[in-house]
T-cell receptor, first 113, second 116 residues
Framework: DTAVSQTPKYLVTQMGNDKSIKCEQNLGHDTMYWYKQDSKKFLKIMFSYNNKELIINETVPNRFSPKSPDKAHLNLHINSLELGDSAVYFC????????????FGSGTRLTVV | DQQVKQNSPSLSVQEGRISILNCDYTNSMFDYFLWYKKYPAEGPTFLISISSIKDKNEDGRFTVFLNKSAKHLSLHIVPSQPGDSAVYFCAASARESGGGADGLTFGKGTHLIIQP
């Protein structure tokens, strides 16, 4: 029983394509996040959702859009993929917006060619 | 602008000895700090945390020390075991000022290698 699962684990796609990464958590957590780990290994927050509301939105291109059909899911849609989007994307969840025991998914390695 | 810095990309320690991983931060608004452990091809796993009202928190073999005046924290692992070999990320949050959902600011990580 994976607590936070993301699919696919690997994604190779051409520039200009549109792709989605799915994330689901079965922990009953209130808040979900998307983090990006770039080539310099920094983990940077992209989005967080609490009760279906976008709480923060860091300076990411509007080609990236989070979509949360319900509290257990937070999917990441990326339009017009660029080479610089290549990175590992991690989904995470936490019990409440103020609790930081994040549970991370295993990551999706996106490679744009 | 790196607000959380882990200046050692890697650290090699003999099994049974103490491992000390260091982390510095620049944002004085940070008041909650965490350490995460990450194995290859897996997501980070929460290890231990400390609030700024404390200077030490201990959990089994893991102890985190916080020196607010120096804006420095460290993670001690004793005794080190082969399974401790992983990348360790330091993370911080301005929880009180920024609200709960600001997310965490991570360092670049330190790759800890435990040698038999």
């Amino acid at each position: 029983d994976t607590a936070v699962s993301q699919t696919p684990k690997y994604l190779v796609t051409q520039m200009g394509n549109d792709k989605s990464i799915k994330c689901e958590q079965n922990l009953g957590h209130d808040t979900m996040y998307w983090y990006k780990q770039d080539s310099k290994k920094f983990l940077k927050i992209m989005f967080s959702y609490n009760n279906k509301e976008l709480i923060i939105n860091e300076t990411v291109p509007n080609r990236f859009s989070p979509k949360s059909p319900d509290k257990a899911h937070l999917n990441l849609h990326i339009n017009s993929l660029e080479l610089g989007d290549s990175a590992v994307y991690f989904c995470a969840s936490s019990q409440a917006a103020g609790f930081y025991g994040y549970t991370f998914g295993s990551g999706t390695r996106l490679t744009v060619v | 602008d790196q607000q959380v810095k882990q200046n050692s990309p890697s650290l090699s320690v003999q099994e049974g000895r103490i491992s000390i991983l260091n982390c510095d931060y620049t944002n004085s608004m940070f008041d909650y700090f965490l350490w995460y452990k990450k194995y290859p091809a897996e997501g980070p796993t929460f290890l231990i945390s400390i609030s700024s009202i404390k200077d030490k928190n201990e959990d089994g073999r893991f102890t985190v020390f916080l020196n607010k005046s120096a804006k420095h924290l460290s993670l001690h692992i004793v005794p080190s075991q082969p399974g401790d070999s992983a990348v360790y990320f330091c993370a911080a949050s301005a929880r009180e000022s920024g609200g709960g959902a600001d997310g965490l600011t991570f360092g670049k990580g330190t790759h800890l290698i435990i040698q038999p």
